[in-house]
């Protein structure tokens, strides 16, 4: 059973930081793309960041400069540290996992940039 635990979600003032934590199980994650995506209410899931097994990150448009994904092969953890941000930076951020040809995303923890 794959799943897919985050952890560090919050509230911070606009151009603070956050750094989020997802744990791997069930996929062989040495090989699996890891990223991120969030989702405001009402609105589609837009790919914030991945990165593959060979290290190679692709991020949105809108977090380039500011967002950093990485990766913990032993530990089986991804990881996004988000500094700068913005109102527009609120929504739900969920992990992701492709593994083959399947997907998987995680239950999503809240991230508001607010003040």
């Known amino acids: 059973q794959v799943q897919l635990v985050e952890s560090g979600g919050g509230l911070v003032q606009p151009g603070g930081s956050l750094k989020l934590s997802c744990v791997a199980s069930?996929?062989?994650?040495?090989?699996?793309?890891m990223g991120w995506y969030r989702q405001v209410p009402g609105t589609q899931r837009e790919l914030v960041a991945t990165i593959t097994g060979g290290y190679r990150t692709n991020y949105a448009d809108s977090v380039k400069g500011r967002f950093t994904i990485s990766r913990d092969n032993t530990q089986r953890t991804v990881s996004l540290q988000m500094s700068s941000l913005k109102v527009e930076d609120t929504a739900v951020y969920s992990c992701?996992?492709?593994?083959?040809?399947?997907?998987?995303w995680g239950q999503g923890t809240q991230v508001t940039a607010s003040s």
């Open positions: 069930g996929i062989n994650f040495n090989l699996a793309v």
């Open positions: 992701y996992a492709r593994s083959g040809s399947r997907e998987y």
